[in-house]
C-alpha cells in the first residue's frame, strides 16, 4: 500500500525557517518525481515545488522561488522542504504527493498533510 | 503561468442532478487537465485525468470532457456523497496550476 507521511509542521514566527518531510512506502521512490501542494485555510489548492526522481530538474512557485528549496533522499525514501523567510501567507496545510510520471502526468497519492502556521 | 479558472464558483444541487462544472485555462493545454474531489478535512482524491479518462475505481457518473482551454467535469446523477469541492489542475507545463476550485452544495 502506498504511502505518504508528512512532518514537521507548527507554528513559526514570521521570517524563521522550517524543514517539512515526507517519508514514502509501498512503493519503488526513486521511480518517481514528487511535488508538494499547500493549501491555506478555507481556500484552494496551490502547487509549490517539484523534484525529479534524480533530483536533476526542480521548479518551484514565484511565490516560493528563492525561500524554499526541495529536496530528497532516495535511500530514505524521503522528501524534503526546507522554507526559509517565512511569512504569514505561507500558513497552509502543506501535502507530499507522487506524480504518476507517466502520460498525462497527476497525481496519484497524497500526503496527509502537515500544518504550518506563521504568525507573531 | 497558466492559469486555470473554474466556473461557477459554487452551486446548489439535489440528489440526481446533472451538474456540470467548467475549467478554463489562459493557454492551450492539449488534454493535460485532471480534476480531484476534496471532501472536508481530506485530501483530494483523483477523479479525471487526461481530460477524460477515468481513474481506476471512481464511478461511471463521473466524466470529463474538453481539450485547449476548455474542459468540463459532468456528474450524470448527483448522489450524497459527491458532495465537495472539485479542482481541476493543469500539467502541460511543470508548475502545476490548479482552478479556484467549484463547491457543490446541496439544495
Known amino acids: 500500500e502506498v504511502q505518504l507521511v508528512d512532518s514537521g509542521g507548527g507554528l513559526v514566527q514570521p521570517g524563521r525557517s522550517l524543514r517539512l518531510s515526507c517519508v514514502a512506502s509501498?512503493?519503488?521512490?526513486?521511480?518517481?518525481?514528487m511535488h508538494w501542494v499547500r493549501q491555506a485555510p478555507g481556500k484552494g489548492l496551490e502547487w509549490v515545488s517539484s523534484?525529479?526522481?534524480?533530483?536533476?530538474?526542480?521548479d518551484y512557485a514565484d511565490s516560493v522561488k528563492a525561500r524554499f528549496t526541495i529536496s530528497r533522499d532516495n535511500a530514505k525514501s524521503s522528501l524534503f522542504l526546507q522554507m526559509n523567510g517565512l511569512r504569514t501567507e505561507d500558513t497552509a496545510l502543506y501535502y507530499c504527493?507522487?506524480?504518476?510520471?507517466?502520460?498525462?502526468?497527476?497525481?496519484?497519492?497524497w500526503g496527509q498533510g502537515t500544518l504550518v502556521t506563521v504568525s507573531s | 503561468d497558466i492559469q486555470m479558472t473554474q466556473s461557477p464558483s459554487s452551486l446548489s444541487a439535489s440528489v440526481g442532478d446533472r451538474v456540470t462544472i467548467t475549467c478554463r485555462a489562459s493557454?492551450?493545454?492539449?488534454?493535460?487537465l485532471n480534476w480531484y474531489q476534496q471532501k472536508p478535512g481530506k485530501a483530494p482524491n483523483l477523479l479525471i485525468y487526461?481530460?477524460?479518462s477515468l481513474q481506476s475505481g471512481v464511478p461511471s457518473r463521473f466524466s470529463g470532457s474538453g481539450s485547449g482551454t476548455v474542459f468540463t467535469l459532468t456528474i450524470s446523477s448527483l448522489q450524497p456523497e459527491d458532495f465537495a469541492t472539485y479542482y481541476c489542475?493543469?500539467?502541460?507545463?511543470?508548475?502545476?496550476?490548479f482552478g479556484q476550485g467549484t463547491k457543490v452544495e446541496i439544495k
Open positions: 493557454q492551450s493545454i492539449a488534454s493535460y
Open positions: 523534484i525529479s526522481w534524480n533530483s536533476g530538474t526542480i
Open positions: 489542475q493543469q500539467s502541460y507545463r511543470t508548475r502545476w496550476t
Open positions: 504527493v507522487r506524480d504518476n510520471g507517466q502520460g498525462i502526468r497527476h497525481i496519484d497519492y
Open positions: 509501498g512503493f519503488t521512490f526513486d521511480d518517481y518525481a
Open positions: 487526461g481530460a477524460s
